[in-house]
């Protein structure tokens, strides 16, 4: 995921404290190894979410996006000079 296993663990504990009820489970490590599982709330928004996806992928297909898109350029110009 380009990111170290702290910075990923403390992410998952802010996003369990954000929530009224924890998203992913977490078993501490020991010589059989820990572990995280997502609890069923967190498949619950993880639903949503994904749903919520493909809502705004789908209705950002219009024209107008089409009209926008085709008006710009590809990559910036370059940079005028005074």
């Given at each position: 995921?380009?990111?170290?296993?702290?910075?990923?663990?403390?992410?998952?504990?802010?996003?369990?404290?954000?929530?009224?009820?924890p998203l992913v489970a977490t078993v501490p490590g020991s010589a059989h190894g820990g572990g995280a599982r997502l609890t069923e709330a967190g498949g619950r928004v993880l639903e949503h979410y994904r749903a919520l996806q493909r809502s705004l992928i789908e209705g950002a297909a219009t024209t107008d996006r089409a009209a926008l898109a085709d008006a710009m350029l590809e990559t910036p110009?370059?940079?005028?000079?005074?």
């Open positions: 995921m380009g990111m170290s296993y702290r910075r990923a663990w403390l992410l998952v504990d802010t996003m369990n404290r954000c929530w009224k009820e110009r370059a940079t005028q000079k005074d």
